[in-house]
T-cell receptor, first 117, second 112 residues
Framework: AQTVTQSQPEMSVQEAETVTLSCTYD???????LFWYKQPPSRQMILVIR??????QNATENRFSVNFQKAAKSFSLKISDSQLGDAAMYFC??????????????FGKGTLLTVNP | EAGVAQSPRYKIIEKRQSVAFWCNPI?????LYWYQQILGQGPKLLIQ????????DSQLPKDRFSAERLKGVDSTLKIQPAKLEDSAVYLC??????????FGNGTRLTVT
């Protein structure tokens, strides 16, 4: 079974600075997807960024980028120029690309990000 | 496109009572998921539907939880009878065969 580990329960960053959230995962599969979701107090899970395991290039979405290290099974999220609106719980998630897995999405325990003005 | 709709937004019940949550997925999304998120933890999959069939309910406490997805569209999750440890946010999500999952706003359940 796949597991996702987020070793930082809480992180804080100054507004306009850069912060990196860590995520490691355990899998025996070669083909899968990785995601970072943001969950503000409104509770809705919002997709921040996704990475396909077969792609070597790291995904980027505006101020958000990832450092995907497939051999190390590491998938960190970098937030540049942090804004107050980035404050939220961030979840790393893994999804198999194999139909037999039913495409189940497995989450880490989350990292609470605080942005200080 | 309209997002995943869930209701109610909040629910407070006493232990041993029953409760039901409703979810309407994004139109055309064949796969529907119910997740339980206990405070301070990541969401845990309770049940996954493909159209109106169950493909994974391995972590659903079947002695008290039930779910259905009639006609392969909207879905209802029921708890009967509720326990204190059922206090959590219940998230519904939907997707096409390919990711990502799209989530609703969730229902916060408090069992007293």
């Amino acid at each position: 079974a796949q597991t996702v580990t987020q070793s930082q329960p809480e992180m804080s960053v100054q507004e306009a600075e850069t912060v990196t959230l860590s995520c490691t995962y355990d899998t025996s599969e070669s083909d899968y997807y990785l995601f970072w979701y943001k969950q503000p107090p409104s509770r809705q899970m919002i997709l921040v960024i996704r990475q396909e395991a077969y792609k070597q290039q790291n995904a980027t979405e505006n101020r958000f980028s990832v450092n995907f290290q497939k051999a190390a099974k590491s998938f960190s999220l970098k937030i540049s120029d942090s804004q107050l609106g980035d404050a939220a719980m961030y979840f790393c998630a893994y999804r198999s690309a194999h139909r037999g897995s039913n495409y189940k999405l497995t989450f880490g325990k989350g990292t609470l990000l605080t942005v200080n003005p | 496109e309209a997002g995943v709709a869930q209701s109610p937004r909040y629910k407070i019940i006493e232990k041993r009572q029953s409760v039901a949550f409703w979810c309407n997925p994004i139109s055309g999304h064949a796969t529907l998921y119910w997740y339980q998120q206990i405070l301070g933890q990541g969401p845990k999959l309770l049940i996954q539907f493909q159209n109106n069939g169950v493909v994974d309910d391995s972590q659903l406490p079947k002695d008290r939880f039930s779910a259905e997805r009639l006609k392969g569209v909207d879905s209802t999750l029921k708890i009967q009878p509720a326990k204190l440890e059922d206090s959590a946010v219940y998230l519904c999500a939907s997707s096409l065969d390919v990711p990502p999952l799209h989530f609703g706003n969730g229902t916060r359940l408090t069992v007293t």
